[in-house]
């Protein structure tokens, strides 16, 4: 990737716009984003360690601003699934062939993308610690490999909610939780380099000022139109992974 002037304005517009989608939504940072930071970086891998540690941020600045509505017994068991899957793929993402990693990232998002669009509505997941336990271990398997693991915690934690507020509260520690763990691993793991942590710190800026809209729109737009077409981006986006060679 090249670091000219125009590539970061385009990286930076595409932070703010997955800063606003996370805030309005609870998750949907990592889905956003990985639609286009795969084609912008040097690989796969190095994209998802960039959406990963700005994902952290985004929800870091969600939990703090909804931090009276976190429940922690609500989050301990996801978690912990989350921990102990990571740990194991952080090590074996580095091994994995960047093409098999882009076409299954592509195939996750169509199929992701045709779920919440067709059957979102009509699933319900009952809370109990299984249930639990299978969200964070999925949660950690799609975060670790491509960047984008809220889907299956969100639906955890939209059946195991008794308000939005407790809801994004929920989701939100979760995910800056797992996220300050799998990057502090993958660091020690020597995944993080110097092209990653100056995009991290031109996109906290973006992640900061996306919050402040997606803040102001939070009440005035339609979160289900939001979400549909965040899921039709996915599917267009899975589609071209796919394909390409």
Same mark, same amino acid.
């Given at each position: ?13 595409? @932070? ?6 996370? !805030?309005? @939504? ?10 286009? +930071? ?8 190095? !994209? ?21 509505? *976190? ?15 990571? &740990? ?6 580095? &091994?994995?062939?960047?093409?098999? /990693? ?7 998002? +169509? *199929? ?15 809370? &109990? ?23 299956? /915690? ?16 929920? /989701?939100?520690?979760? &995910? ?21 942590? *100056? ?13 402040? +809209?997606?803040?102001? *729109?939070?009440?005035? +737009?339609?979160?289900? !139109? ?13 589609? /071209? ?5």
């Amino acid at each position: 990737m090249q670091l000219d002037l125009t590539m970061m304005a385009v990286f930076f517009l595409i @932070c703010v716009c997955g800063s606003v989608i996370q !805030a309005v @939504c609870g998750f949907g940072f990592g889905v956003f984003v990985m639609m286009f +930071l795969p084609y912008m970086m040097p690989s796969t891998l190095s !994209a998802v360690v960039v959406a990963s540690l700005l994902g952290m941020s985004s929800s870091g600045i969600l939990a703090l601003r909804y931090r009276r509505q *976190i429940r922690l017994r609500k989050v301990v068991v996801p978690l912990l699934a989350y921990f102990i899957v990571s &740990t194991f793929l952080v090590r074996v993402s580095v &091994t994995m062939n960047e093409v098999l /990693i882009r076409r299954l990232l592509g195939g996750l998002m +169509l *199929i992701l993308s045709i779920y919440f669009i067709r059957f979102s509505d009509r699933v319900h997941i009952r809370p &109990t610690r299984v249930n639990a336990f299978a969200a964070g271990a999925l949660g950690g398997a799609m975060s670790t490999l491509f960047g984008m693991g809220g889907p299956p /915690i969100s639906a955890y934690y939209l059946s195991d909610s008794d308000s939005n507020e407790e809801y994004l509260a929920s /989701i939100q520690f979760y &995910t800056v939780l797992s996220n300050v763990y799998v990057n502090t691993v993958r660091v020690a793991n020597g995944l993080c380099g110097r092209l990653e942590l *100056i995009l991290w710190a031109v996109g906290i800026f973006a992640v900061l000022l996306g919050g402040q +809209l997606g803040k102001r *729109i939070f009440s005035r +737009l339609d979160g289900y !139109a939001l979400r549909r077409l965040v899921y039709a981006f996915m599917a267009v986006s899975g589609v /071209i992974m796919l394909l390409k060679r």
